[in-house]
């Protein structure tokens, strides 16, 4: 079980927007940077949203980072269907000294 | 641009200890640490430990802890995990990773299968 906490499912149809919600604790994402990595079926993880909220080069203005006390948000906008993937939260926790994952959320584009 | 490149497949016996190599092609590690993650089949990712070359220093996961060595030979900018007392549960895809320390994974591996069976 993982300590970030992740709907395990969502969808949305082309066009729409959609959120992932991330929620942990004082000890990781109330006192870090979240980031998002996005998952296609059968490759390695991509970094979409570092430092809350800041894109890396390449990625899309449809995606978007927020966080606010000790939870956080993933948008997607204008949804289309290679956006199709796991998305995974990750915070530092300054209790444990390593790098938490929540347990990912399926996006479906329906 | 850097990239990584981790070692190819392996398979196991339980008990026995695997090595997993990722050298950054392309460049060098620099200040940057690499992070180890593993995937279980259809699961989710979990973070094992992370060294930064430059020190030689590594901490781990306390899940991980006592099982793992994680190292660094800064001379052929190539980190490696070894996991030892393997079990079934440890069948999984394994991905080094730059990370800004405590920061951001920007580059993966392409990941490398380590399955564990007798």
């Known amino acids: 079980q993982s300590v970030l906490t992740q709907p395990p499912s969502a969808s949305g149809t082309p066009g729409q927007r959609v959120t992932i919600s991330c929620s942990g604790s004082s000890s990781n994402i109330g006192s870090n940077y979240v980031y998002w990595y996005q998952q296609l079926p059968g490759t390695a993880p991509k970094l979409l949203i570092y430092?809350?909220?800041q894109r890396p080069s390449g990625v899309p203005d449809r995606f978007s980072g927020s966080k606010s006390g000790t939870s956080a948000s993933l948008a997607i906008s204008g949804l289309r269907s290679e956006d199709e993937a796991d998305y995974y939260c990750?915070?530092?926790?300054?209790?444990?000294?390593?790098?938490?994952f929540g347990g990912g959320t399926k996006l479906t584009v329906l | 641009q850097v990239q990584l490149v981790q070692s190819g497949a392996e398979v196991k016996k339980p008990g026995s200890s695997v090595k997993v190599s990722c050298k950054a092609s392309g460049g060098t590690f620099s200040s940057y640490a690499i992070s180890w993650v593993r995937q279980a089949p259809g699961q989710g990712l979990e973070w094992m430990g992370r060294?930064?070359?430059?020190?030689?220093?590594?901490n781990y996961a306390q899940k991980f802890q006592g099982r793992v060595t994680i190292t660094a030979d800064k001379s052929t900018s190539t980190a490696y995990m070894e996991l030892s007392s393997l079990r079934s549960e440890d069948t999984a895809v394994y991905y080094c990773a730059r990370e800004e320390p405590r920061d951001a994974f920007d580059i993966w591996g392409q990941g490398t299968m380590v399955t564990v069976s007798s």
């Open positions: 990750a915070a530092w926790d300054d209790s444990l000294s390593g790098l938490l």
């Open positions: 430092r809350n909220n």
């Open positions: 060294i930064i070359p430059i020190l030689g220093i590594a």
